[in-house]
């Protein structure tokens, strides 16, 4: 079965400190990893995806095969990075199903 | 070039009784994706469609709950004898390339 856990539901860091926020999964093949957003008012979107390696928005996330995680990670946060954030998971391989974790809502105080 | 759309935005029901929920996909989209997000939760799988049948409804809660999308296009999910426990935020997604879902507003049902 498919699981993605995100351990903290709230995390609040000020303005230029460095931001990580932990994704760890559970499947037993090879997963494709994506990082969603919501800001306020506005509609979930693509964040980014593992297999594209791009930093988006100075956001970076590497898959750890061995540990199962999907962190994501900015080492100067801004006031504008201030949402919910959903870490999911797809089978790959042509499964299109994507699971998603419950979400940590990310405050970045000025 | 809108994007997904769906209606109602919001439906007030009472326990028992019947609820349409449309989607309007992105022109294009062959896949069309169903989700509920309860409060303080991620949204939780319902369906997905490629192009007109369902490749996967194992989140469907229960038989209460059907989706179709007979043309390949607008998808509605129909509840049936609706339950307060049914209260959420219907989220309809659609897609062209695997993992890339655009998102509508949703639609919050309040089932009282």
Redesign the interface.
Same mark, same amino acid.
């Given at each position: 079965a498919q699981r993605v856990t995100q351990p903290e539901k709230l995390l609040s860091v000020f303005k230029g400190a460095p931001v990580e926020l932990k994704c760890n999964y559970s499947y037993s093949g090879s997963p494709e990893l994506f990082w969603y957003v919501q800001y306020s008012r506005q509609r979930l979107q693509l964040l980014l995806r593992h297999i594209s390696r791009e930093s988006i928005k100075g956001f970076t996330a590497d898959l750890n095969k061995g540990e199962t995680s999907f962190h994501l990670k900015k080492p100067f946060a801004q006031e504008e990075d201030s949402a919910m954030y959903y870490c999911a998971l797809s089978g790959g391989g042509g499964s299109e199903k994507l699971v998603f974790g419950k979400g940590t809502k990310l405050t970045v105080n000025p | 070039g809108a994007?997904v759309s769906q209606t109602p935005s919001n439906k007030v029901t009472e326990k028992g009784k019947y609820v349409e929920l449309r989607c309007d996909p992105i022109s294009g989209h062959t896949?069309l994706?169903w989700?509920r997000q309860s409060l303080?939760?991620?949204?939780?799988?319902l369906i997905?469609f490629?192009g007109t049948g369902a490749?996967?409804d194992?989140g469907l809660p229960n038989d209460r709950f059907f989706a179709v999308r007979p043309e390949g296009s607008v998808s509605t999910l129909k509840i049936q004898r609706t339950e307060r426990g049914d209260s959420a935020v219907y989220?309809c997604?659609s897609?062209r390339e695997? *993992? &890339?879902?655009?998102? *509508? &507003?949703g639609s919050r049902l309040t089932v009282l």
């Open positions: - | 994007g896949a994706y989700y303080g939760q991620g949204p939780e799988f997905y490629q490749a996967d194992s989220l997604a897609s695997a *993992g &890339e879902l655009f998102f *509508g &507003e």
